[in-house]
């Protein structure tokens, strides 16, 4: 597993979003919060952008805020669950009962 770059994230709770800035323009993943669980929906992307390994710290970093949180993380959007996956050290944040 390679270390996690950690990237400035903003929280912008108004939009339901967290933010990071690239060269290539602003990426984004929407979310939204249930009880003590925030449900990850969709990743927003610049056209042409391609970085999935920035996607994956960006979803590191994310983690993270989530376990400072103490939130499960519900993942919705496929491409998240592969991230799950791919990364074992997370499927704790997973609630009771997620299988992927």
């Known amino acids: 597993m390679e270390p996690t770059v950690i990237i400035d994230i903003k ?6 979003q967290f933010e990071a800035t690239t060269n290539q323009g602003l990426v984004s993943v929407e979310y939204s919060f249930q009880e003590k669980k925030i ?3 969709k ?3 610049p056209e042409s952008f391609d970085d999935e390994i920035f ?3 960006l979803l590191k970093n994310i ?3 989530a376990i400072e949180r ?3 993380v519900v993942p919705i959007l496929p491409k998240i669950a592969t991230f799950f996956k791919k990364n074992p050290v997370y ?3 997973l609630p009771p009962g997620i299988r992927l």
């Open 11 to 16: 929280d912008n709770t108004f939009a339901r």
């Open 39 to 41: 449900f990850l929906t």
């Open 43 to 45: 990743i927003h992307v």
């Open 55 to 57: 996607i994956s710290n």
């Open 63 to 65: 983690m993270s805020i």
């Open 70 to 72: 103490k939130l499960k």
């Open 91 to 93: 499927k704790e944040l």
